[in-house]
């Protein structure tokens, strides 16, 4: 099978609306899912609040304050079906990218939509084939033999700093 380029497969950009029913769940997100923080090191409050809305509100509309907002699914077997199923809940169709920002912001149309047809945004079948060539370069192997170049590469960079003295030009020695 031979790969597409991205732009035959670009489809229209389509973002998410309000939620068409009301919620069936009265719980509040109990934190913000766009605030990358929330996921981070410092964010340690994030297994609490995913337990509670894996049990008081397993589907939940997340609002956004620059964005339509989207839906958020937490358990697991809710959101193995959602993954299978891309003819209902499609990534290629504005579903993956959490934040559009608002109708009257300016975007420029060639950049946005390439940026929603990369390969996180993209649908079977054109998902597929780009995952299966990209696989090979997340493999525990690979990734242990890259680890293992670049310690090397980057020790060999810092002695080469200690051996020019206690003050050099770390951006010229580094990017060299």
Same mark, same amino acid.
């Given at each position: 099978?031979?790969?597409?380029? $991205?732009?035959?497969?670009?489809?229209?950009?389509?973002?998410?609306?309000?939620?068409?029913?009301?919620?069936? &769940?009265?719980?509040?997100?109990?934190v913000d899912l766009t605030d990358p923080t929330v996921f981070s090191s410092r964010g340690?409050?994030?297994?609490?609040?995913? @337990?509670?809305?894996?049990?008081? @509100?397993? $589907? !939940?509309? &997340?609002?956004?304050?620059?964005?339509?907002?989207?839906?958020? *699914?937490?358990?697991?077997?809710?959101?193995?079906?959602? /993954?299978?199923?891309? @003819?209902?809940?499609?990534?290629? +169709?504005?579903?993956?990218? !959490?934040? %559009?920002?608002?109708?009257?912001?300016?975007?420029?149309?060639? #950049?946005?939509?390439?940026? #929603?047809?990369?390969?996180?945004?993209?649908? =079977?079948? %054109?998902?597929?084939? #780009? =995952?299966?060539?990209? !696989?090979?370069?997340? +493999?525990?192997?690979? *990734?242990? /033999?890259?680890?293992? +170049? *670049?310690?090397?590469? $980057?020790?060999?960079? #810092?002695?080469?700093?200690?051996?020019?003295?206690?003050?050099?030009? !770390?951006?010229?020695?580094?990017? @060299?």
């Amino acid at each position: 099978m031979t790969l597409q380029n $991205v732009t035959d497969t670009y489809q229209e950009e389509v973002p998410p609306g309000t939620p068409k029913f009301p919620a069936i &769940h009265d719980l509040a997100p109990p934190v913000d899912l766009t605030d990358p923080t929330v996921f981070s090191s410092r964010g340690g409050y994030t297994h609490r609040a995913f @337990a509670e809305m894996r049990e008081k @509100a397993p $589907v !939940m509309w &997340h609002p956004e304050q620059a964005g339509a907002g989207f839906w958020a *699914v937490t358990p697991y077997e809710l959101v193995k079906q959602v /993954e299978l199923n891309p @003819a209902a809940f499609s990534s290629q +169709r504005g579903g993956i990218l !959490m934040t %559009y920002g608002l109708p009257e912001q300016p975007r420029h149309p060639l #950049l946005h939509s390439s940026s #929603l047809n990369s390969l996180i945004n993209l649908d =079977r079948p %054109y998902h597929t084939p #780009l =995952r299966m060539e990209h !696989m090979h370069f997340f +493999r525990p192997g690979f *990734v242990a /033999e890259l680890k293992k +170049r *670049v310690d090397a590469q $980057v020790t060999e960079l #810092l002695d080469g700093m200690e051996k020019q003295g206690p003050i050099v030009d !770390m951006v010229e020695m580094f990017s @060299a």
